[in-house]
């Protein structure tokens, strides 16, 4: 049976502006930004937002069949990786990066439920940069009612299981957002290296 609502911790501001204002400005430097392309009933389109995965050795990561190649931590994503695990009580062994450029970029319905992804941690949502809605939807339709969440500058949001094996989210396209988004969002995988 679907929860009422997805398991979710969200902090407001858990990192203040200046601070987030110069994780996003050294993130949209440092980081090897790529732009994939997934296949879509048979045809190749570009994502619709630039993506990066940085893991400890071993932690490969596939979803939308893309296999990711892993990119080492550089020193701000390890510092951040180690406060948002004492903030989770959890540690986190990969984080998948996401730049929309600006609302025009989008990821579209899913659930973070990929085999090598540990279904009993949470994963770690930080965000940087332009608010977004991200939307959540029970995977089984009319259970329950869909579920909004504003993601500001600096908010950091823990989607507890078993929010994956029940819930869908999606962040929307929005085209009056002019502004960059980094997010970030840190896994722990069921084989740890």
């Known amino acids: 049976m679907t929860p009422a ?8 501001g858990w990192v203040g502006a200046a601070e987030a204002d110069g994780w996003l400005r050294t993130l949209l430097q440092e ?5 994939e392309s997934v296949t879509v009933f048979g ?8 993506t990066c995965w940085m893991a400890d050795p071993g932690c490969g990561y596939r979803y939308a069949g893309l ?3 892993i990119e080492p931590w550089t020193p701000l994503t390890a510092a951040i990786r180690r406060r948002v695990a004492a903030a ?3 540690p986190f062994h990969s984080l998948l990066l996401n730049l929309y450029r600006d609302g025009r970029d989008a990821m579209g319905w899913h659930a973070d439920d990929e085999a090598e992804l540990d279904p009993e941690a949470p994963i770690a949502s930080l965000s940087l940069g332009a608010s977004r809605t991200l939307r959540f939807r029970p995977r089984q339709r009319g259970t329950a009612p869909t579920l909004a969440v ?3 500058h600096g908010d950091l949001l823990l ?3 078993p929010t994956q094996r029940h ?3 999606q962040l929307p396209r929005r085209l009056k957002v002019d502004a960059p988004r980094v997010n970030l969002t840190f896994r722990a995988m069921r084989v740890p290296p």
């Open 67 to 69: 296999e990711n190649t």
């Open 159 to 161: 989607m507890d299981p």
């Open 31 to 35: 980081v090897p930004w790529k732009q």
């Open 150 to 152: 504003d993601l500001g």
């Open 5 to 12: 609502a997805p398991c979710l911790r969200h902090w407001r």
């Open 43 to 50: 045809r190749r389109h570009p994502m619709p937002r630039l």
């Open 167 to 169: 819930w869908q989210h």
């Open 88 to 90: 989770a009580d959890r």
